[in-house]
């Protein structure tokens, strides 16, 4: 496959093959579930902007759901853009994605566009991670808040747009307030359980649209049982069951 090189995970997303290496924070639950509920709780968007888009992972699920869309994916770690262009180049919307090496919060007046919609799965470990895997821990560390966050995705939404993150459920509270200061409101929460019994949910996808509305509240598990995904989530990601599930 063009781009490929010998050592290259490849992870299948339907009839999409996606290229993932190991200096580029991987696809995971989070992204899965972020770009698969999308589609459910948005409708038609034609100018889609992926925050922190890493392998690009979100950005050809929107693709995927929103074939008429066109998709800038941003990222400020150069190996990802690398890394995602080859996936866009790979994939039959090539013509409709595009891939920059940027920083939103240091270069946010080169995003010249008002987005229709904007998607992240935005880093948020505060305290330095303790992990044996350093691209991980460089992915997930979130050198602004919450607040800082909201304010410069909602800044590059025109003015019906929405914007979708996942984020874990113990700081949603904290993305619901930043969101609310800057008058946009959470429309569609999905909290994501790892299993059924399980009191706590380990994140929240959260929906923010201008103005205020009633939230619709859901929840979801991600495992039947230890090494069993639930259908739930086999069916809102699109993935396909491991071998033994």
Known sequence: M???AEHDEIFMWKDIRIIQRTDVFKIGTDALSLGGWVAKVVSHPLNILDVGTGTGVLALMMAHYFPESKIAAIDMDNAAIELASINFRNSKWRDHLSAEQLDIFQKINQITWQYDLIVCNPPFYHQKMESSNEVNAKAKHAENSASEWIKVLVNKLNS????????????AFHWIEAANTNSYYCRNR???YSFPKDEIPVRSLLHFHIGIAASEIARMNVYETINKHSQEYLDLTGIQPKKGE
């Open 2 to 4: 063009k781009g490929a």
């Open 160 to 171: 019906n747009g929405d914007l979708c993150i996942v984020v874990p459920y113990i700081d």
């Open 190 to 192: 999905l909290n994501l």
